[in-house]
């Protein structure tokens, strides 16, 4: 069987992909990439369809083994290197494809300057998926590997026995990770429950993401905000990105593993278009919010596909890396000579 193995974990790693949002009506969160964005370059990079589970990674990055005849990973969403471990340690850039052959082994480290990341590895996982998806829901053990965070010793079966020799692809184009500016808002449905005062300091103000953040939501330091009509409502449906205020006031941003309904006031939700930038967040960021219209969050939408497809379609030609131990096994230099030789 053509496996990943994963010799150490680093940081609770999960499968995901673009999660299960059709089945929220049976009380099953969504799910999926907290960046939706670097998932499908990553993908793009391997020549994946978009929607393939990739391994997403979050502040420690683990150390895998390839026990197949050669995979084909990128790594997306972080300026971290790819060690590739060895007799020589040699470090390979994020953001373009790499073939990697049985018995090496490799290593993503810290990933300090971003929330999130993500490894794919071409051809995808041979798991089988749950409600159409492999994303790993971990508070109900479903999708993924058990419905766990990945650890030591885990074998990942893969659908490619060898992915063939070919070009490799990068993306120079990283626009799309420094993308800045106020996270644009859609009021309601219970925005009437917060005092003008409220409103006003929540959209002029800024906030911090704490320690307090996870996969399921982050809660934010700033302007605390007050309740006009209590901070209880009859629970009704959440949508990712949706903006939670518990009675203490402080504000609670929902993302992927968010749960299907809730008790508190939603003083808006933040729009599609800007929900991977809240999952590329981490403690100790800084954002402001904007109001913005029905419509604007729409037209949003649009841009950021036809970003991303431009993105896409100016993949370049791979840097290059230097190997040393696949170029002395190749043999390409036999460092010897007859006698009656002679070298120019």
Same mark, same amino acid.
């Given at each position: 069987m053509s496996v990943l193995r994963v010799v150490?974990?680093?940081?609770?790693?999960?499968?995901?992909?673009?999660g299960r949002p059709q089945v929220q009506n049976l009380g099953v969160p969504p799910s999926g990439a907290l960046d939706a964005t670097a998932?499908?370059?990553?993908?793009?990079?391997?020549?994946?369809?978009?929607d393939t589970a990739t391994i997403e990674l979050r502040v420690m990055g683990p150390t895998l083994e390839v026990a197949s005849d050669a995979v084909r990973v990128a790594l997306?969403?972080?300026? @971290?290197? *790819?060690? !590739?471990? +060895?007799?020589?340690r040699v470090e390979a850039p994020p953001h373009q494809s790499i073939r990697l052959t049985r018995g090496r082994r490799f290593r993503i480290g810290g990933l300090s300057d971003t929330g999130v @990341?993500? *490894?794919? !590895?071409? +051809?995808?996982?041979?798991?089988e998926p749950v409600y159409?998806?492999?994303?790993?829901?971990?508070?109900?053990?479903?999708?993924?590997?058990?419905?766990?965070a990945l650890r030591d010793g885990d074998a990942l079966p893969l659908r490619l026995e060898q992915a063939e020799e070919r070009a490799e692809r990068r993306c120079a184009d990283q626009s799309w990770r420094r993308e800045n500016g106020p996270i644009r808002v859609i009021p309601g449905p219970q925005d009437d429950y917060f005092t003008t005062d409220s409103l006003e300091a929540f959209f002029s103000g800024e906030y911090t993401v704490t320690r307090e953040a996870d996969r399921m939501g982050m809660r934010l330091d700033g302007p605390i905000l007050q309740h006009s009509r209590g901070h209880d409502i009859v629970s009704d449906g959440i949508v990712t990105g949706a903006i939670q205020v518990p009675g203490n006031g402080r504000p609670i941003v929902l993302l992927a593993d968010h749960q299907t309904t809730g008790g508190y006031p939603k003083l808006g939700a933040v729009i599609s278009a800007d929900v991977p930038r809240l999952g590329r967040m981490?403690?100790?960021?800084?954002?402001?919010?904007?109001?913005?219209?029905?419509?604007?969050?729409?037209?949003?939408r649009r841009a950021l596909e036809d970003r991303t497809a431009r993105v896409i379609e100016r993949f370049?030609?791979?840097?290059?890396?230097?190997?040393?131990?696949?170029?002395?096994?190749?043999?390409?230099?036999s460092g010897i000579?007859?006698?009656?030789?002679?070298?120019?």
């Open positions: 150490s974990a680093g940081f609770a790693p999960t499968l995901q992909d673009f998932l499908r370059i990553a993908n793009a990079l391997v020549g994946n369809p978009s997306v969403g972080t300026s @971290a290197a *790819l060690e !590739i471990l +060895g007799e020589r @990341a993500y *490894l794919a !590895i071409e +051809g995808g996982f041979a798991i159409d998806s492999l994303s790993t829901y971990v508070r109900a053990r479903i999708g993924g590997v058990e419905g766990r981490k403690p100790g960021d800084a954002l402001r919010f904007a109001a913005v219209s029905v419509e604007q969050a729409e037209a949003a370049g030609s791979a840097e290059p890396w230097l190997d040393e131990d696949a170029l002395y096994g190749r043999n390409l230099v000579v007859g006698s009656t030789e002679s070298v120019l």
